[in-house]
């Protein structure tokens, strides 16, 4: 359960409901941001729930939220701002998604991120974010930072392609996606970057998370190699609970036994995340097959079962990417895949198992 | 490397045919059947292409094929019959799929298979069939030989089953899938069923496989909990290989560490399986999610990557069914799911993957 | 719980029996075999227990037993003979083992089974079952009848391999260990072999279970790729309650995604099957990693964590095996295996942990 | 392939290496530290290696070594002082471990770190140190930075629990082994700790790798949940590379479908990892069951298969631990698994398969 308190609230209001909640007995976490949060999550929450702290002075919201996870699981109460609310505004839906920079995602339309997996030379870029604008897409998607498993592999262009690829982004009126690798690059990339992404390898790094929320920037934040669903929530938890609401999931594969793909792309995992939370999903069919002949075949998948989109690994000479060109598709087959989702997309939406679904 | 004989070549022009083959420098298996056939599986295949069996008198046709499978990847040499061919027919798509009792699967329209886990008492099992029926289904799907963990548990009713799934399905008009534990059972399940289902944890009875290769009834082959693809395509071989050239692969999700769903439903199998075989491929998404709440959307997903149709639990009263009754959707949901696979289907077809593939 | 009837009861003692059961509100199973066994599954089997049967006419045992799998998990009942008695005759230790012609497994000494994967020529058996009596070798273990992927890998000798088999172990001294791959095999194999092997692709193969569990020869249960310890003491339990006792257990590492080694070899079920059941455990260490560089270290540490005895690949000529020869080692590593086994048993013994173990 | 230049070298004779590596077909990456080394990663190293590097002028050693990662599987070349021989000093064992504050690690004896899982209150943490050194431990272990699932769970006791776990482990005369989180943290931890730990979850943080390879301090590397083996080593390879060769693995168990307990502990790995590297390896028996009564049996079980030592969660009142109760044992078991070790290592040491093994 989460208590939103009014920007306004003094520090006695605060007192009072802190007193209010340790009389019914459950344990918290107070939060301070915008506004001071109060996360309830242990003991008997029930019994906190009709405590009356709704109506007590304030208060904002009293936010019903499951388990360990209760941010990003949380629903807004009857009457109130809830959490998606304050993100994305009074007027539009609040039950799923956000804006970034004016683009909806985890709305009704579809949302496509698109490019290299390491950022190249300043015309290789503006030629691929030309072919993703062609296309269709969002946003561009470029790694300057890179985390490989050998140290003697290319680590990435650093802040030098965060420079390039952003002005291959703007070019052609594109968000640009980025990942960093540790806390100390959030704020270089954050003067370049739209949506900063947590790859897989640092889903389970906490100090990164917690850096991450404090930004205001948005977070896209990648499925860990062997990650339950629910450790992914609880990853998002870290980021929603520092005061960073904006957090985009992401699909990518999951590690098995089969060989015959690079990773296991869990779409198993869409409907179960759309159950539990209202932060919109994308699907990655580039790492979650890691053969381009499979890319456009998975990425139907991916919306039919219900992504908000598409991250994809897209380069004009796909067999010279710098990395990752097994997995990498050609400006061609991008304009296929993305006609292809909206086409699926148009053929009916899945419901929305979330707002169905009852929370306690 | 397969060489098809004729069903009227004699002994002695079989023993030129190996004797060529000899000298080209590759492994034989001879496969005896309406026709004899000649696998070449190891060794220079190149070179026993290039042999000239392919104008030797006696020989029907010669089917390039891979690896370790050749029958189930083989593709027809250009103006001959191929293996798919003769499953189906001269004059219908060659490529892919085949019929069952005038069905098409694997061809240009969808095939679903519903019904209950386990066969029930027969006024339930013909209620569910008129609403598998009317859902638009082409197969009822009923188990009479359970496979259970416990053997404590309801092991199925046996032959009474069948007659009374039989007596269903042929009321309202659908073809009857079933599964068979062991040999022994074939012949009986073979006097009331259409298709013969191998479930999961038989996939690697290899001496369940062979029997059923010396059926002529078409074979429904689950994917193993822990199979890798290549294994799957092995297990289809000893089907072919022994004389049944119609093999349905079906994927029902495979064993991670995720515990939100029973099964990871490995969708990637589809264009996978897609571009190596012309098998038909169905996709169960109710093992594979093993929650109701899952079953549509993965039933889209899996339609929009590829799947050839689906395989379904469905019960008039989910809640009692006599086993998996967490999995099963009632039949407005199925009705749910055939109109959605219909309509992704007519957002457009995957390209078929196989018929592109280069194949050595 | 467990209800042993006296060889000797009436069907009315019997009928005394289930009526009171059925007042305890358990559900039941009754098992013919030299004796009638009730095995009550379900509903209040505390109330069950408390009920008196004990002591009730024609009544041998009570054994308390857990969960789904009551006879595999059962104790005997203080001052009465329990399963394993029943398998070991009444003087020797009654919590753990059975004896095989008067070998012990699950005793106090350690069961080496080895040979070659598959049955070769009489001379090269001869030579290895020499080599595996030379280094201390319980068993002599070879495949007749050969579970394959590819339906055109070599499948066995057969029977013929069996009798090769068999005159090898007899010349030696040696019980003899083969592979039986379904429920025709039975009568044949009996003739020749000691213990019934399942192969791990066999584990849920439910036909084949049963049928052994009406065989009075001794079965070697590997558990499959995948199976989870649950569901294997499931498949124990299907040939125990089917009437024969004495199951022995085979760890040979399950599927994961290392690939280093052929198999991720789990000997975490050492301790826990030790704990959950009477059942002896081997492990093979040969299938377990896949490569015979890391045979020797991984037995070590499958004695070291409590496994009763090893099953192990050995060859006079390794790399010329008919099949798994990677994981094949020589006769004088057979030695030092053999030989630092009993070193690290003499090094003191695990504890018990089943006999510790509460079962409710 | 690594060459490693004299401390003396000048940038001319440096230059004078490169240039001859170049013309052998090399790729290189030159790494600053007390001296230059010069990795060769990829092309043609057996040129590279008859090429006469060895011979020539500021030129101190040219190692030997596989793949990726040169440097964790390097071994040294004849007559010239090795990578371990510089972390180890020149008399003693140069092929496999290294000395920690003068306790060897990897050597002939064993090493033993044992501690709660977080830093407990000083009274409490002074009475579990005083039960490690009774118990013949080498090091305490107690986390102060922990890495949680939840962000609302206890995430340690920071630099105050540093000073307490310090003065607990000086009374006793223990090493201290503590986990950091981040970069940020390392300065603070090198004043307390002897081994800093990286955690599973971090494993593939390279930015926290690198910078651990700055320090002085050894570092315990934890296997990542789903991390291969080989991912295992190149993340060693990045603390190595950048100048720090004390880097000790740690086993801890991997992610899998088993359920019976709370991950699988893969033995396998240490004899894998003692063929291909000199570094040494603990195991961690304590996560790699996650329950208390499989501790004992694991520990003798890693020994026995070549660990040169153990992890483990010891508390004086285990269900009383701040974390991972389930899993902590207690310190009469401590000794018992102690003595256990020892008596395993007694009865034969495991033979060093990485002297014996062939690397390019």
Known sequence: ????????????????????????????????????????TGGNTAAAGDSGVDGMAGVAAVIAGSGGTPMVTARESPGN????????????????????????IGGTGLFFAAGPCSVEDPETMAAIAAEVAAAGGTALRAGAYK?????????????????????????????????????????????????????????????????????????????????????????????????????ILCERGIRTFETATRNTLDLNAVPVVRERTHLPILVDPSHGTGLRTYV????RAAIACGADGLLIEVHTDPDRALSDAAQTIDPLTLRQ??????????????????????IG
């Open 1 to 40: 359960m989460i208590v939103l308190m009014e920007p306004t609230a003094t520090e006695g209001q605060i007192a009072d409901v802190v007193e209010r909640l340790i009389a019914a007995g459950v344990s918290m976490q107070r939060l301070d941001g915008d506004r001071v949060t109060i996360a309830a």
């Open 81 to 104: 701002g809830g959490v998606a609310t304050l993100a994305t505004g009074p007027a539009a839906r609040p039950e799923r998604g956000f804006q970034v920079r004016g683009r909806w």
């Open 147 to 247: 985390p490989r498993s050998s140290p003697y592999s290319f680590q990435g262009m650093g802040e030098a392609g965060l420079a390039t690829a952003r002005s291959a982004a703007d070019a052609h009126g594109l968000l640009l996606v980025s990942e960093v690798l540790d806390a100390t690059q959030i704020p270089i990339a954050t003067r370049y970057v739209d949506i900063l992404q947590v790859g897989a390898r640092n889903m389970y790094n906490t100090s990164l998370l917690r850096e991450l929320g404090r930004s205001r920037r948005p977070v896209l934040l990648k499925r860990g190699l062997a990650a339950t669903i629910d450790e992914w929530l609880s990853a998002a938890e870290y980021i929603v609970s520092a005061g960073n609401p904006r957090v």
């Open 296 to 299: 456009r075949p998975m990425a």
């Open 337 to 358: 895949v993305i006609r292809d989702a909206e086409a699926i997309r148009a053929a009916g939406e899945v419901d929305d198992a979330y707002s169905r679904a009852t």
